[in-house]
């Protein structure tokens, strides 16, 4: 059984969908804990509701950095987990804290890495002419948005698309591919091999 912590900083839709999957395809796994760096994120309200423990690290109230990244490191490593899943946190994870936790920490970005890292990626798809947008799940290395990629999902970018529909339509997508690459990483079904993510064979695999 897989002990999984998410971090989250608000909404916390992705955080929904993955305590979903978790009980209706019953994986091996149980969300240990949802850590937030802010005390009004909505997703933590969900989490109680589902008897999942909660804790916050305010950000705010650490002087730097690295007294922020060491505090979320204690509380995560309190629950021993074996996957580490950042769920819209929006706070950016220093090179020590990456490095205690190396291999099982995982992201959703909401753009087709590696174009686009950092913020706005919706705003900056749209008035680049994309024709197609999306959303990764990738492991989490020392570089912001840059780790090895494990799943993506593709949308059209319509004509009259709005940075909000079309953040609704990767949202929508987000929602299936993260499940799907999380059950991966819960029966350890990810290998990497040069450089590039591969899935095991028999994993289901959804083109999307
Ligand atoms: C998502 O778009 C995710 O890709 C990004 O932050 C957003 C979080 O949304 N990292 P939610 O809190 O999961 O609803």
Same mark, same amino acid.
């Given at each position: ?8 900083? +608000? ?25 937030? @760096?802010?005390?009004?994120?909505? +997703? ?13 690290? @305010? ?10 990244? !060491? ?35 995982? @992201? ?58 079309? !953040? ?12 799907? !690459? ?11 091999? @040069? ?6 064979? +028999?994993? !289901?695999?959804?083109?999307?």
């Amino acid at each position: 059984m897989k002990s999984i912590v998410i971090l989250i900083s +608000g909404r916390g839709s992705n955080l929904r969908s993955l305590v979903q999957a978790c009980a209706a395809q019953a994986w091996p796994a149980r969300i240990a804990a949802v850590v937030s @760096n802010r005390p009004d994120a909505a +997703g933590l309200e969900f989490a109680r509701e589902c008897g999942i423990a909660t804790r916050i690290v @305010n950000h705010r109230e650490f002087a730097t950095r690295e007294a922020f990244d !060491a505090a979320l490191a204690e509380t995560i490593a309190s629950y021993a987990p074996d996957i580490l899943a950042l769920a819209g946190f929006m706070r950016i994870l220093g090179a020590d804290f990456v490095r205690r936790f190396a291999g099982r920490i995982v @992201n959703i970005h909401p753009s087709l890495l590696p174009a686009f890292t950092g913020l706005h990626t919706h705003q900056r798809a749209l008035q680049a002419g994309c024709k197609v947008a999306g959303a990764t799940v990738h492991f989490v290395t020392h570089e912001v948005d840059h780790g090895p990629i494990i799943a993506q999902a593709v949308v059209p970018v319509l004509p009259d698309d709005t940075e909000e529909t079309l !953040a609704q339509r990767v949202l929508a997508r987000e929602h299936l591919i993260y499940p799907m !690459a999380l059950a991966w990483l819960v029966r350890d079904a990810l290998y990497i091999e @040069n450089g590039s993510v591969r899935v095991a064979t +028999g994993e !289901a695999q959804w083109l999307l």
